[in-house]
């Protein structure tokens, strides 16, 4: 928790990954972010992983230091204190992020009526409006076809949901840019942020876009590093890692710590070629380079490998479980200062993240858990739409609000 | 591109992903984004892929929009020069991008002795300063051990450079929000955003830490999707399709566009509960489910399976490889208004994307392509730091600049 974001008001109407993580970052830089949801619960507030108890660990890692408010959404009494907190007045308000269909209640058009300064991020599927979720999407931009082991022709998604989180990481950069444009000129925004566009236009930006208009579809190619040399392979304690040389300095150190100098130096000269100043060519050239390797690090025990590459300044990992990474890594997880053990609406007690970004030099403040469904509703309905104590009284009498 | 950053000057002294797509989405959104590389190109110039000439298809995605100035970094003049650069005053400035270590001479505090405002935002591999890159990251922190086909133990690396991505953007937002607090209160900042802390935070948010802490590691399962219904299967014309059905609505559009409803609703009778009600079930028995779903697409085509989803509100995709998505999909490519085709440095004209969000009701500008290196060397040392074309004739007759 940072300070960054102190005095601004998000309201989230959102489920699932894309929304909620872009409102989580808010939070995490020390927004206020109200998370409205329908009374029992959205459609992600079941969603798994889940304990015993099926309460949704993905809920609670989601959203993390946000004030949550249940409001009736099936009635329109509900609807409307669903737009009066998206609209509340207030500099540091106005700000709304959504994936709610622009068709709904919940439109740009409805809400600027109100407040015509607001600024609304829609985390959409398709940009036509057509549902689509992260998988849908990663399907249609050919991933699937490009991943995994070249002796196997089926498609494999991904399990990491790299569009969500790219579109939440996204949305938040878009917010801020609204908001700073607003604080100069006094405009609102209506900005759509469709996952399939975030993938269409990524693989303009990464240059495959252009690659497949030149040369057709990239083959598959398993775990190898496209255009320069990285693979993994296997040591002869049977532990699997990854190495990338990219620079020069990466191949260099790599082969200096492999001891494979002499023997690349000589392929290079029966090939009449630089591997260290053509990065491409170690790619090119793969299949005679990797028995090289495999040979290496098939004669050596990780125990030595990896300080010895350490020394080498050479790009390496290791591949271990999530399990073991949680467990047993103190630089992504046990003794990293990004996480702090908190106690959960789920009852649990377990570390969770903060910001991933570290400010130099500003103390980390402490980390916030998600609030139960419907915690701070009286407090918001109070500060954001005034109601006093026998209005909000009303609302629970009514059942608008739990 | 879009205005919403206008007036902003950022300069950027990174290389290959992370660091310039963060770049870009400055660019896209108005900002004046300077890079710098030393002449010939920094260590990203060459990647692939790239034509038949050698340019870069990728440099050149990363990079649209941006102006660039090339510099000899290997001396302490050049060195002086980027510096200055780096700092130049004006309230539009004072933003920095790179992924040079802290170590080096465009540390923070090096920066921060010349201009105390300063915002830098530095895209590192491991938090503590070591080397890695998305694919070693995502080794060690087990996506390619839950990645690929069920009955194949081989990790499976991923194809998109996830992490990357999820690092420009989170490093977008969080330049633009140090910059609403130094409008605020005048304060710079020095911020850290390595790879490895947005893998272990974003598995953190996802749930999946506390998963494994509660249950161990989720055992690999293809290509089907967890606590929920999702999956590939193949129509009758050999078409590869995803369903995905998480909330009730997409479940039942699901079934009866499939004709299921009754075969499914038997299934629910012999085993006592409700899929509709609980999405976790249809994850739990989908070995029960699964056979209907296979047998109901082997009896379609996918001519008639398309737009009975579509009808039904079924969340769908297909498989087709990014080749066939960039010359036959109207919504991703080839009539998204996204894309602009436009000459690239490289000489060769094909479409490529403007920023992924949409402004609704605001014009997209023309899209500018990547500069040339050192396309602007003289104009930004003249605009930027002053200098009259003598002083500027000096550097190039001493090789500084290029």
């Known amino acids: 928790m940072y300070d960054l974001l102190n005095g601004l008001r998000v309201v989230e109407g959102a489920a ?9 970052y808010f939070a995490q830089m020390g927004a206020d972010v109200i998370r409205f949801d329908t009374i029992g619960g959205g459609p992600d507030y079941r969603r ?5 108890n099926g309460d949704s660990l993905y809920w609670e890692g989601l959203n993390k230091g946000k004030r949550s408010i249940a409001i009736d959404l099936g009635r329109p009494e509900g609807r409307e204190l669903a737009v009066a907190l998206a609209t509340a007045p207030g500099d540091e308000g ?3 992020l959504t994936n709610y269909p622009e068709r709904s209640f919940l439109s740009h058009a409805a809400l600027a009526a109100r407040r015509p300064d607001i600024i609304t991020v829609r985390v959409m599927g398709w940009a036509d409006g057509s549902p689509a979720v992260d998988y849908t999407v990663n399907a249609a931009v050919g991933v699937p076809d490009m991943t995994g082991p070249a002796d196997d022709p089926r498609p494999v998604n991904h399990v990491l949901p790299a569009w969500d989180l790219l579109g939440g990481a996204y949305a938040a950069f878009a917010m801020t840019s609204a908001l700073l444009r607003r604080r100069t000129t006094g405009e609102g925004a209506e900005i759509r942020v469709p996952l399939s566009d975030l993938a269409a236009s990524s693989l303009s930006h990464l240059g495959s876009v252009a690659e497949v208009l030149a040369t057709g579809d990239r083959p598959r190619m398993g775990n190898d590093l496209f255009g320069a040399f990285g693979r993994d392979f296997v040591t002869a304690d049977a532990r699997r890692l990854i190495v990338v040389a990219i620079t020069p300095r990466q191949w260099s150190g790599l082969l200096a710590t492999l001891d494979l100098t002499a023997a690349v130096a000589a392929i290079e000269a029966e090939l009449g070629i630089s591997f260290a100043q053509d990065e491409g060519l170690r790619f090119v050239h793969r ?4 028995p090289l390797f495999e040979a290496a690090f098939a004669a050596r025990d990780s125990s030595v490998l990896k300080p010895a590459f350490d ?11 999530l399990h073991q990474a949680v467990t047993g890594d103190a630089r992504l997880f046990t003794a990293n200062p990004l996480f702090q053990t908190i106690r959960h609406p789920s009852g649990l007690t377990y570390p969770a993240s903060g910001p991933a970004a570290t400010l130099a030099g500003e103390p980390r403040r402490p980390l916030a858990p998600a609030p139960r469904l419907g915690e701070h509703s009286d407090q918001i309905l109070a500060e954001l739409l005034g109601l006093d104590s026998g209005a909000i009284g009303r609302l629970h009498d009514q059942g608008l609000v739990a």
């Open 16 to 24: 699932f990954i894309a929304g909620p993580s872009c409102g989580l």
């Open 311 to 321: 020394a080498g300044g050479v790009t390496w990992g290791e591949y271990q479980t």
């Open 48 to 52: 798994w992983p889940v304990t015993p």
């Open 287 to 290: 299949a005679r380079l990797f």
């Open 94 to 96: 106005g700000l709304f």
